[in-house]
């Protein structure tokens, strides 16, 4: 049953956890100047920031590490990014590299990444309220979903993009080993940011209407979601917001806003 999958935000803890995570910035949006004396000298300055931000990227030297002996170095640079207790415990998962470029894929294609993240499954059960004949979705579900975001917002997003340079050729092979032979997975990762980032922050009680095995959501622009974001969804306006925002930090680094 849909309801009872494991969530999509364990997938995006891969992003980051796995893949060296990839991702930085809190913020991606740029003050304006409020003068045009101001923005001229903004304008002039650009390359100079460019050329910055390029040499710093130059000076990560990629790891010379066998993807298929990966696991052990990937659990201790990982661990260095966060001390949240729970993130070790989530990395004795095997072939943790091509498990991260799988569910990446699938997120970027709207598909669920459940058979990538075997290492995590939510406490309690999804849970349904009637309400004078209509059902809605219980707010008690969302709070399964809190050490998720917990875990990810812990992670340290400098470390997390040092990192994933320094995995990047291992990443880069696993993903040609998917089947994607001429493809740069950058292309792919930004693919699955923007995807979870259009899912909408949801404050209201989300109606449901019951079928045979299994509930839809009335709103037809929140059941017309991939099946990706739909998960997103399920961990509640408040957990979207955390993980959101840690995506948007992590794709300003990247160059994903643009």
């Known amino acids: 049953m849909e309801e009872q999958k494991k969530v999509i935000v364990a997938?995006?803890?891969?992003?980051?956890?796995?893949?060296?995570?990839?991702?930085?910035?809190?913020?991606?949006?740029?003050?304006?100047?409020?003068?045009?004396?101001?923005a001229t000298q903004i304008v002039q300055e650009q390359p100079v920031v460019e050329e910055k931000v390029q040499s710093e990227e130059e000076k990560v030297e990629p790891l010379d590490v066998s993807l298929?002996?990966?696991?052990?170095?990937?659990?201790?640079?990982?661990?260095?990014?966060?001390?949240?207790?729970?993130?070790?415990?989530?990395?004795?998962?095997?072939?943790?590299?091509?498990?991260?470029?799988?569910?990446?894929?699938?997120?970027?294609?709207?598909?669920?990444?459940?058979?990538?993240?075997?290492?995590?499954?939510?406490?309690?059960?999804?849970?349904?309220?009637?309400?004078?004949?209509?059902?809605?979705l219980d707010p008690e579900s969302y709070k399964r979903y809190d050490l998720v975001a917990e875990v990810f917002a812990s992670l340290d997003s400098k470390g997390c993009v040092t990192l994933y340079r320094q995995l990047k050729p291992a990443i880069q092979e696993a993903y040609k080993d998917l089947g994607y032979p001429d493809t740069e997975?950058?292309?792919?990762?930004?693919?699955?940011?923007?995807?979870?980032?259009?899912?909408?922050?949801?404050?209201?009680?989300?109606?449901?209407?019951?079928?045979?095995?299994?509930?839809?959501?009335?709103?037809?622009?929140?059941?017309?979601?991939?099946?990706?974001?739909?998960?997103?969804?399920r961990m509640g306006p408040d957990n979207v917001r955390v993980i959101q925002g840690k995506l948007r930090e992590m794709a300003e680094f990247l160059g994903f806003m643009e």
Do not use: C
Request: net charge negative; no cysteine.
């Open 11 to 38: 997938g995006i803890i891969f992003v980051s956890l796995i893949v060296a995570a990839a991702f930085i910035y809190y913020f991606f949006i740029y003050s304006k100047p409020q003068e045009s004396e101001e």
């Open 185 to 233: 997975f950058d292309n792919t990762l930004k693919k699955a940011f923007m995807e979870l980032l259009k899912v909408p922050v949801v404050k209201q009680d989300i109606q449901l209407e019951k079928k045979v095995v299994t509930y839809t959501m009335v709103d037809t622009d929140l059941e017309s979601l991939s099946s990706a974001q739909k998960h997103l969804l």
């Open 68 to 136: 298929d002996e990966s696991d052990v170095l990937v659990r201790k640079l990982v661990e260095e990014l966060s001390s949240h207790p729970k993130l070790a415990m989530w990395l004795m998962s095997e072939e943790l590299i091509r498990k991260f470029v799988a569910a990446v894929d699938n997120v970027a294609n709207g598909q669920s990444p459940v058979p990538q993240i075997d290492f995590f499954k939510p406490d309690g059960e999804f849970k349904v309220v009637e309400e004078v004949g209509e059902y809605f």
